[in-house]
């Protein structure tokens, strides 16, 4: 600091002066300079050390065929922690934005982690829309947009919205501020879409008849968009399988689909889910494993007999399954069923 070499004041100016003129000139050496070798002309000048960053290794699309090779997946919205997630042998792993911690470099990092390559997944709400999230503004409590719709009365905090309308559609994706625009750029690999059965709500509640090809066509749309600037993104939806029947387009799109309580968690967790209602989901499920895509499973429940009849009942008709606790708050390896 400057301030360090100036408190002497001058009464040390004044010493140091005195100091000067007593020495012979030969002892100061502030007075004694040597004259510099000449440089030969054809000696180049040394060049400084420059730091350079990095490369990032080049990223390998995802085919289909390496997606179909995917034995085990992670399933955690809450706190999920990139530095405990990547030592796992997980295959897959779906997680809240959050886990980017903002950063571009934090997920294609966990893509390439100790615990072996990952395919990373980030959880969107499509049907629905959230306080917590960033695009979330205030005021829309007392003057809601024309969009937005009643609250949820079983998720505090998430609102029904009307997902056809141009305004919230351009609010998930089609600008550099949006959500999905948000999620490509801290490089995830694809989108794992929840409450795409919002359309149920509008068909039963409004009778809206076009619901359901509403929503596969603004996931259609937003899938078209997110390829034109990165071909092998991923789209899973979560639930409303039956839109893969009812629309080929749609299930030629998608990668593959989650499903929730398949087995055990519907309708109170650790209790199995109705064998009828099991049995028609199952039924619709192996047309998605007929056209290759891949069929995750998630099953909430804490009893061992039953998290093992998941496990194998989903492997003998192709899907992968996972069991977890319905708050999705931790990163749960089932005895067992470690990821390999």
């Known amino acids: 600091m400057i301030t360090k070499y100036m408190t002497g004041g001058r009464t040390t100016a004044m010493a140091a002066l005195l100091l000067l003129l007593l020495l012979p000139a030969g002892c100061v050496g502030v007075e004694q300079t040597a004259t510099p070798a000449p440089i030969p002309a054809t000696t180049a000048p040394t060049a400084e050390p420059t730091m350079e960053p990095t490369p990032r290794p080049t990223k390998v699309p995802i085919t289909q065929e390496r997606l179909l090779e995917v034995n085990d997946f992670l399933y955690q919205l809450q706190r999920p922690r990139p530095n405990r997630i990547g030592p796992t042998a997980f295959d897959l792993a779906v997680v809240s934005i959050a886990a980017a911690g903002n950063s571009p470099d934090v997920i294609p990092a966990l893509k390439q982690s100790e615990g072996g390559e990952k395919i990373i997944l980030a959880y969107m709400s499509i049907g629905q829309a959230e306080t917590y999230r960033e695009y979330w503004q205030s005021e829309w409590a007392d003057n809601p947009p ?195």
């Open 146 to 340: 024309a969009w937005l719709d009643e609250p949820d009365e079983t998720w505090a905090n998430d609102f029904w919205v009307r997902y056809w309308m141009p305004e919230w559609q351009s609010i998930i994706y089609g600008s550099p501020e949006s959500y999905l625009d948000r999620i490509m750029a801290l490089g995830f690999d694809g989108v794992y879409l929840d409450r795409v059965d919002a359309y149920w709500y509008y068909q039963d509640r409004d009778g809206r008849d076009t619901a359901a090809r509403e929503m596969a066509d603004f996931i259609l749309d937003f899938t078209a968009y997110a390829r034109e600037r990165q071909p092998d993104f991923l789209v899973f939806p979560q639930n409303s399988e039956e839109l893969g029947t009812m629309f080929p387009d749609f299930l030629a799109a998608m990668n593959g689909i989650g499903v929730e309580d398949l087995y055990y968690g519907y309708p109170r967790a650790h209790e199995p889910s109705p064998a009828d209602w099991t049995a028609e989901r199952e039924a619709i499920l192996d047309q998605w494993v007929a056209a290759n895509k891949l069929v995750l499973v998630i099953d909430y429940t804490d009893v061992p007999e039953q998290i093992d009849d998941a496990y194998a009942r989903s492997a003998a008709r192709g899907y992968v399954e996972y069991v977890t606790d319905r708050s999705l708050g931790r990163l749960r390896i089932n005895p067992g069923h470690e990821p390999d």
